[in-house]
């Protein structure tokens, strides 16, 4: 089969078109015709030695892989080949504490495809059945494979954790990207009022069409000199923070009274000072949130099956591309989800 590997880690060329042979699915497994897979700025840490994850050289990217089932292991039951399914980004033990407790998002024993097993970057990838999520008849692979880690994420950091609530103002850091962008379609299907941040006007631009009524340039802009001009002093209700350094500071001062801002993600710095006063005065939160639960996966995929959320897909590139994929996400001048199709 084809598939993109990488042998060392590097830049985007390390990433090399090449032949694999075509795996068999074990016990409790299913083999998937892979017809997208997303790229994610995790595949581009992973494959520069950045991420701090366990991963094994020569390695197959692909986080996010939708396709067919194409072959089933022994004991597998409830799926049956050519069925339409996404492999879901993190597949937990389902037997330790975590998992019993309904946390299976926090697992400790949970795999990932493209991190400790092969991902979504091939022809075929084999596949835990127990991982799988049936696809909407009306959802496309490229859509279903722009969905899981963004809108899923979204949507853990903005319902299940902030609860966040119809007339609430909501800020959104990053909102150019594929989270962001996420987090600004599921604010507004909450009712949410949404001021969208990030650093081109046009990104700017994307988040307004996706349901912000105000846009921020932070490259150009004192962000919370303009939150609190937008709010008329007061400040928003809940924030949406996947960046750090700078960013989550600056983010920290956006906040009104009794405020909630979710943090997941630190790529812009890890290690953020923090003004206590403000924050036990105006009784802050600050909550963290990690990647995603089943339940909230299988929302997402009825909410865009039904289109009342859409991904968007920047563009679609064949597999032999996924070094040009690369260094587009590098250059941060992809607006949403870059789908690579094997
Ligand atoms: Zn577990």
Request: glycine share 12%; hydrophobic share 45%; charged share 20%.
């Amino acid at each position: 089969m084809r598939a993109v590997v990488f042998r060392a880690y590097g830049p985007p060329g390390v990433l090399d078109l090449t032949s694999l042979p075509i795996p068999e699915p074990g016990p409790g497994e299913v083999r998937i015709r892979v017809r997208a897979c997303a790229v994610n700025h995790l595949d581009l840490d992973l494959r520069a030695g950045k991420a701090r994850m366990p991963i094994t050289l020569p390695h197959v990217l692909g986080r996010e892989a939708a396709g067919t089932v194409d072959a089933i292991g022994p004991g597998v039951s409830g799926v049956a080949p050519g069925e339409r399914v996404l492999a879901a980004p993190i597949v937990p033990c389902g037997r330790c504490n975590a998992c019993q407790a309904g946390d299976d998002n926090l697992c400790p024993h949970a795999q990932m495809p493209g991190i400790q097993m092969p991902g979504g970057y091939a022809e075929y990838l084999v596949f835990p059945a127990r991982g799988l999520l049936r696809l909407p008849a009306a959802l496309s692979f490229e859509a279903a494979a722009a969905t899981p880690i963004s809108f899923g994420t979204a949507w853990r950091m903005l319902v299940t954790i902030a609860a966040v609530r119809p007339g609430e103002t909501v800020l959104v850091t990053g909102a150019g990207g594929g989270l962001g962008s996420a987090a600004v379609q599921v604010a507004a299907l909450r009712g949410a009022q949404i001021i969208a941040a990030a650093g081109s006007d046009q990104k700017l631009d994307y988040a307004r069409a996706c349901g912000a009524f105000a846009g921020i340039n932070y490259r150009e802009t004192d962000l919370a000199v303009e939150v609190l001009r937008l709010t008329g002093g007061r400040g928003v209700d809940v924030a949406v923070e996947h960046i750090g350094g700078d960013i989550l500071r600056a983010t920290l001062a956006c906040m009104a009274t009794k405020g909630r801002l979710i943090t997941g993600g630190g790529h812009g710095g890890e290690v953020v000072p923090l003004d206590v006063i403000p924050f036990f005065r105006k009784e802050l939160s600050l909550l963290g949130s990690r990647s995603q639960r089943r339940e909230e996966l299988e929302t997402v995929l009825r909410l865009v099956g039904e289109g009342a959320l859409v991904p968007h897909i920047d563009r679609v590139l064949p597999l032999e591309a996924a070094a040009e994929a690369h260094a587009l996400l590098e250059a941060r001048s992809v607006i949403g989800k870059v789908v690579l199709i094997p």
